[in-house]
Nanobody, 126 residues
Framework: VQLQALGGGLAQPGGSLRLSCAAS????????MGWFRQGPGKEREFVAA????????YYSESVKGRFTISRDNAKNTVYLQMNSLKPEDTAVYFC????????????????????WGQGTQVTVSS
C-alpha cells in the first residue's frame, strides 16, 4: 500500500490550502482514512477522519469548522481542505489508512492506522 500526500506549502494566516492523498495497493473504498499532523517539537496529533463510504467525518476540536475532509473513491484520493489557517496549524501533515476494512467507527488514535504517507509540510506565516 502506498500513500502519496501532496499540496502542502506556505500560506498566510487566514489563508487556505488543499491537501490530497492518493492511495494505491488496497481497495481504497473499503477503508476509513485519516489525516494527522506533527508540529515542530510536538507529538503527532489527529486532525480528521472520514469513513470508507465518505458518509461520516470526524474532526479534532482544533480544526472543526475550518478544515473539511472528503474523498473521491473513484480516484482513490482523500482530501483535506484547510481554511482560516492559523500559525499553530504549521506542521507536517500525514494521511493514513485504517488497518481494518469497513471499521464501524472513526478513530483518532494513530495505532489504528497501518499505512502512512510520507507527509507534506504546511507552514502558516505572514
Amino acid at each position: 500500500v502506498q500513500l502519496q500526500a501532496l499540496g502542502g506549502g506556505l500560506a498566510q494566516p487566514g489563508g487556505s490550502l488543499r491537501l490530497s492523498c492518493a492511495a494505491s495497493g488496497r481497495t481504497f473504498s473499503n477503508y476509513n482514512m485519516g489525516w494527522f499532523r506533527q508540529g515542530p517539537g510536538k507529538e503527532r496529533e489527529f486532525v480528521a477522519a472520514i469513513s470508507w463510504s465518505g458518509g461520516r467525518t470526524y474532526y479534532s476540536e482544533s480544526v472543526k469548522g475550518r478544515f473539511t475532509i472528503s474523498r473521491d473513491n473513484a480516484k482513490n484520493t482523500v482530501y483535506l481542505q484547510m481554511n482560516s489557517l492559523k500559525p499553530e496549524d504549521t506542521a507536517v501533515y500525514f494521511c493514513a489508512t485504517d488497518a481494518l476494512r469497513e471499521r464501524a467507527f472513526l478513530a483518532s488514535v494513530a495505532a489504528v492506522y497501518d499505512y502512512w504517507g510520507q507527509g507534506t509540510q504546511v507552514t502558516v506565516s505572514s
